[in-house]
């Protein structure tokens, strides 16, 4: 499978986990899709409650739901949503995609209207901060 077939077939995922989404409070259903080093993809949508903003984003589900499956490791990452340009993680998300994915991993940033931008881990998260900062044992 070459590439960009790979880069649409996690953004299909990602545009029909989407549809998922509970949003009620800020109408703004966001999707994701990751796959693994084992090439499993895993999904997640956001999930906001009455204590909004207190709930849990996109990406943050499609991690959790790959370290529930055994895995660690992302190879690369799509998030969609339905804004004029395309929707990057926010800064907690873009900790927690550094904490399983190489700085070269790829991250697709769609619309749903079509448009996409693809970048990098490290060029989202310049300067992560890593298990590198923390004392030795």
Request: proline share 5%.
């Amino acid at each position: 499978m070459n590439k960009d077939h790979q880069d649409m077939t996690l953004l299909d995922a990602a545009r029909r986990v989407r549809e998922n989404a509970y949003a009620p409070y800020s109408q703004f259903k966001v999707g994701a899709a990751l796959r693994a080093s084992s090439g499993a993809v895993f999904v997640g949508c956001n999930v906001e409650n009455v204590a909004y903003p207190e709930g849990t984003c996109a990406e943050a589900g499609a991690i959790a739901a790959m370290i529930a499956a055994g895995e660690t490791k992302i190879t690369d990452i799509a998030v969609i949503a339905d804004c004029p340009t395309p929707v990057t993680p926010c800064g907690g998300c873009r900790q927690k995609i550094a904490e399983f994915a190489d700085g070269a991993a790829c991250v697709t940033m769609a619309t749903t209207a079509g448009v996409i931008q693809h970048t990098t881990v490290a060029a989202l998260l310049p300067g992560a901060f890593d298990a590198d900062f923390l004392p030795s044992q």
